[in-house]
């Protein structure tokens, strides 16, 4: 694993925002226009469109031209090295337990003997 | 799912540093004093020590004094947080595309007959 992962920063500094977390959220239920996403957060839609713009930066949502409307649709394995980071933590914590399990059988069956 | 978690904004924003990720990954590995936890970081001790203080105050790290020096552990569920969220993402995603397949199916029936 790289010690340093610039686009893992980069992912998780976007997902610190609630605005965008909902936005995210909306978007895995179907593509929607700037507008629709703008509307349930209150936001001017030049801060909605600031907050896209990062989201699509990461690669956590696509965008694309319907004639005069921008649709965004969300890009769910960009959620991927998250769930793996997240993964490789909780593996080197249980090989961790495993091994400590094993050191206190042994010291345990040494007792008996 | 509440919308506003600032619980999980400010998770999302400790991991977003990839000097607290490496500290987080050492940990997973065992307790450890702030020296240890400092060596590899290339850091001086009060600026290790700001990181670490963030990432006790939501409940990443505990740290206990043991004598004269202070020993670090990972507090390996606070992660879970962020697992839950992006496996709602996810189910909110296969459930979309589960209403998706199911109308397909659908057309293509009602054209068969």
Redo the contacts between chains.
């Keep these: 694993?790289a010690?340093?992962?610039?686009a893992?920063?980069?992912l998780?500094?976007v997902?610190?925002?609630?605005t965008r977390?909902?936005i995210?959220?909306r978007l895995?239920?179907?593509p929607a226009t700037v507008t629709d996403l703008a509307g349930p957060t209150g936001l001017r839609l030049p801060t909605v469109m600031r907050h896209l713009s990062l989201m699509e930066a990461v690669g956590l949502i696509a965008t694309a031209k319907d004639g005069r409307v921008r649709v965004c649709s969300?890009v769910?394995e960009a959620?991927d090295p998250?769930?793996t980071?997240?993964d490789?933590?909780?593996a080197?914590?249980e090989s961790?337990l495993d091994r400590l399990d094993a050191f206190v059988m042994k010291v345990m069956k040494e007792s008996e003997t």
Tied chains: 1, 2.
Aim: proline share 9%; charged share 30%; net charge positive.
């Design positions: 694993m010690k340093h992962d610039p893992l920063s980069r998780f500094h997902l610190a925002d609630p977390r909902s995210l959220t895995a239920e179907g969300i769910p959620l998250v769930r980071w997240i490789e933590q909780r080197i914590w961790r």
